[in-house]
């Protein structure tokens, strides 16, 4: 999901993460498939555990996903068919949530969000989700973890499970306004190729 108010642009490539102060890697933001493309319906496989190929892979979606900006990325979205998601809802950008094979274990309640995605820049609409979740996954260290939640997180969590399935937030939207949609990238994407 896309940070609603920024617009921001930087370039940095060069990336100190947080956990390894010392380490100083050159890393590259991943680009972002944009709807209609296929690959965003290409189901995922969950990982056996979170090591430190997994933990590369969460590092650079995280760098493409402040980069957008955005609030959330899940693996497909840069066309890698595993069960991973980042999100980072908070305003400093630094609480990052890294979840592998996440899995939606209890829910309850209604909430309906507008919500977008980086996926499908510039459209935002209304989503009707389940408001207080609980998950289970593989956090960055490899460690089982279980999160209960509502609100924004609970959201941007059900946002980004879709998408391991292979499913976007216009899949909840009339026909028609999904054909609407569907032009409009394709003409986005018109332009830039031919800019
Ligand atoms: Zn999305």
Known sequence: ???????????FF?????RHPDHVSV???YPILHYPDPRLRLKTRT???????????????????????GIGLAAPQVDIQKAL?????SEKKDQPLFLANPKITAKSGH??????CLSVPGIYAEVERAENITVTALDYDNNPIEITTDGLLA???QHEIDHLKGKLFVDYLSRIKQQRIRKKMLKMEKITQTA
């Open 111 to 116: 909430k309906t969000f507008e919500e977008g």
């Open 27 to 29: 890393m590259e933001p």
């Open 47 to 69: 990982v056996e555990r979170v090591d430190d190929e997994i933990r590369q892979i969460f590092d650079r979606m995280l760098l493409t996903m402040h980069e957008a900006p």
């Open 14 to 18: 060069l990336v100190e993460h947080f």
């Open 1 to 11: 999901m896309p940070t609603k108010t920024a617009n921001r642009k930087s370039d």
């Open 155 to 157: 959201i941007c969590i």
């Open 85 to 89: 998601i980042v999100i980072d809802i």
